[in-house]
Nanobody, 114 residues
């Protein structure tokens, strides 16, 4: 059973930055990793994803502001979030996909407010 631990969330003012980290208990080499978020009363949505080969994809709402990256040697994926907006407030979840199985972290809260 793969375990994912997210960190880096917190309270930040509009226009600020945060970097989220997600560390897996096993190797992430060659595996799909993604960041998703869920705001109160809304469905969980894709924020950014990165393939095992490093290809990336972003939700339109975060393009140009967020960057996903991976460091296989540390079994870690990052989400650099810049120019944060109040509408980015949500619980952010990390996902790993291995074959047909998906694993989720426990989530980290991001609150953008003045």
């Amino acid at each position: 059973q793969v375990q994912l631990v997210e960190s880096g969330g917190g309270l930040v003012q509009p226009g600020g930055s945060l970097r989220l980290s997600c560390t897996a208990s096993e190797t992430i080499f060659g595996l799909y990793m993604g960041w998703y978020r869920q705001a109160p009363g809304k469905q969980r949505e894709l924020v950014a994803e990165i393939s095992g080969s490093g290809s990336t994809n972003y939700a339109d709402s975060v393009k140009g502001r967020f960057t996903i990256s991976r460091e296989n040697a540390k079994n870690t994926v990052y989400l650099q979030m810049n120019s944060l907006k109040p509408e980015d407030t949500a619980v952010y979840y990390c996902k790993l996909r291995a074959g047909f199985r998906g694993y989720w972290g426990q989530g980290t809260q991001v609150t953008v407010s003045s």
